[in-house]
């Protein structure tokens, strides 16, 4: 049996294929870019979708599927000499992710992208916990309250106050 960061460094796809996958994280990389810091390539997210669609999202499947038939054919319309999404440069994939930005398909991946890039590690996506550094999200095993009262505090002190109005 593999250790677990045998599993986190060489990870396996449950769901998806390697070429799916290859073309799926070519347009996560233009929803979340790497420009300025990490993006949705070094996060990991193809590997949180891949479990998603496995697991809670397992009735996506044939949304990807099909979506992602629709894409390479937006694809072969727009540039007839490219073979995959992957292989387009930047300019090429955005201008794609522009002609599909308003189908469903599109708002289904940008929903995961996005999910994966700010999930909790262990779910496949926020490699090295990336999402929450780029958001200010400190992982801490503790948190202690604000100043100030609470409604629990509140309501206890209203008790009090009830009870010595009534011995009076």
């Not at 990490?38 to 979506?67: C, H, M, N, Q, W």
């Amino acid at each position: 049996m593999a250790a677990w960061s045998d599993v986190l460094a060489n990870p396996r796809f449950e769901t998806l294929d390697t070429e799916s996958a290859a073309e799926i994280e070519a347009i996560a990389a233009q929803i979340i870019p790497s420009t300025g810091g990490p993006g949705a390539k070094e996060a990991g997210v193809i590997y949180f979708i891949d479990r998603a669609l496995s697991t809670f999202a397992a009735e996506d499947r044939e949304g990807y599927r099909t979506g992602l038939a629709a894409v390479q054919q937006k694809r072969k319309e727009l540039f007839p000499n490219s073979t995959t999404i992957a292989s387009l440069t930047d300019a090429q994939q955005i201008e794609l992710v522009r002609s599909i930005e308003n189908s469903s398909f599109f708002a289904l991946l940008r929903t995961h992208t996005v999910l994966g890039f700010l999930s909790k590690p262990s779910y496949g996506g926020n490699r090295g916990k990336i999402g929450w550094r780029q958001i200010g999200f400190e992982d801490r095993m503790a948190w202690e309250p604000p100043f100030g009262y609470y409604d629990a505090e509140v309501s206890r002190e209203q008790a009090r106050e009830r009870t010595s109005e009534g011995k009076k």
